[in-house]
């Protein structure tokens, strides 16, 4: 270690390095972000009876929508697409959306799907109907749409070309088989939290726990030392293996993503797919966790060779990994303290990595290499190794609850929506499943923890904690699902 006047420790430098990126942070999030997106109003306007043709719709939004992503259908009494241009601003109002009709309308019942897309690039589907009324003025070829050039005309991104009716209808026909709230959505979500966890609970297992058993190691009493090497090296690989998740799950996530937003013919689409990187909050936030993966991985990939510098790295990636899904969450489309949301979600991550990925170290690297030791030092190494695990998980845990805290009270109107709204209702949920996985640690505590210098300790430790993970498997189960669902706070935006 470098000391002296101007040197910079490791510790200082990695400090150094994480402010840093909660300073990109800070910048990347826009001066003010809205709710999920919702119509609120339409002309036509839903379930009206018209004596007038129309000739364009208008879609009135709760926020402005991103038009790369945004697409109008019209679906005619006999099951056909009606002809329709490209979806455009009107004029200079910013959450209204205009299609002209471009196909020639007759009587009857007409369907409008809609799909739009707010910064945070969740996909909102709606759809809603109109009905012609027999001998209504107007029976003629539809409005042409505007020129480009003109006020409201078209912005289609560069390199796509206008989505003609046909292509909106499938996509807009496929969206509710497939999107955000999906099952499928919800298990490439809750693998991706698996591998944040495993990449987080690695880096403070190095960190913290065996950072606290190095500092606790009696000289004259060098038990546990043959275990330290073995241990840093292969929790450096299960690091490695966790950031290999986390980008088998980024793969499938953006697939998932553009899906939800293009629809199956239009998934792969190059020129879209980068639009949807660079042109939305999920994109940047998607684009961050990529980072953070190469970094955590270089740095594991190191580590796993026994350099030291590479744990330092390894910090880096996970910091950057615990923040991006706030950019793709309700943290970013939180209605107030949007930076403080931010913070606090990333914050939550990193407790719950902190908590119960240090746990599933320990259980997996930890607590095989004490008992692989000699008889009479297996009892004393894994005392040890809990030791130093039980203040840094009850610290973690503890993050995990202040900064849930926060997050509900920012997302929530009012205490009954916890059991009045679906999003309230599922952190109930989630708040019962933590309950038994508080309840099993308390249990490892008090009950588990004093019997492990015997040698029946381990073996009960191994399984009330297995216990404790697979609860925990199941909060982010629930975690998967709740990112998805509008808060309170959404609902009362969106405005009847």
Known sequence: MISGTGACTAPAIRRRLVAALLLVLGALVPAQAFAHG???????????????????????????????????????????????GPVQFAGDARRAAVAAIRGALSDGTYTVVWKMAGADGHPIPGRFTFTIAPGAQGFAAAT?????????????????????????????????????????????????????????GTVVFQFAVLGLLRRRQDP??????????????????????????VAVAMVLRLYAQSYAMHGPERVLDGSLVISMLSGTVWGWGWLLQLAGVVIAATGFRAA?????????????????????????????????????????????????GGWLGSLLVLVTVGLPAALRLDAGARGPAVAALVNALSPTALGFAGITAASGVFTAWLHLDAVSALWQTPYGQTLLLKLAILSVVAATGAYNWRRVKPTLGVGTGAARLRRSASVELAVGALVLVVTAVLVATPTPRDLTLMGP
């Open 304 to 352: 796993t060779g026994g350099r030291v510098t590479g744990w330092g790295i390894a910090a880096v990636g996970a910091a950057s990994l615990a923040f991006s899904p706030a950019l793709s969450g309700h943290a970013a489309s939180a209605p107030q303290l949007v930076p403080l949301a931010i913070l606090a979600d990333g914050f939550h991550v990193i407790g719950a």
């Open 144 to 200: 042409p749409a505007a020129p480009a050039g003109e006020a409201g005309a078209s912005v289609t991104a560069p390199g796509r070309a206008p989505p003609d009716s046909h292509h909106v209808a499938v996509a807009m026909t496929d969206a509710g088989a497939f999107d955000s709230e999906s099952p499928l959505y919800v298990a490439v979500r809750w693998l991706l939290y698996t591998g944040l966890l495993v990449v987080l």
């Open 38 to 84: 919702t119509l609120r109003s339409s002309v036509p306007s839903a379930g009206s009876r018209l004596s007038t043709v129309p000739h364009e719709l208008r879609l009135n939004f709760s926020e402005s929508p991103e038009l790369t992503f945004t697409t109008i259908a019209l679906i005619g009494p006999d099951g056909a697409t009606v002809a329709l």
């Open 220 to 245: 004259d009493s060098p038990t546990v030392l043959p275990i330290l090497m073995p241990v840093r090296d292969r929790a450096a690989a299960v690091g490695l293996a966790g950031a290999a998740v």
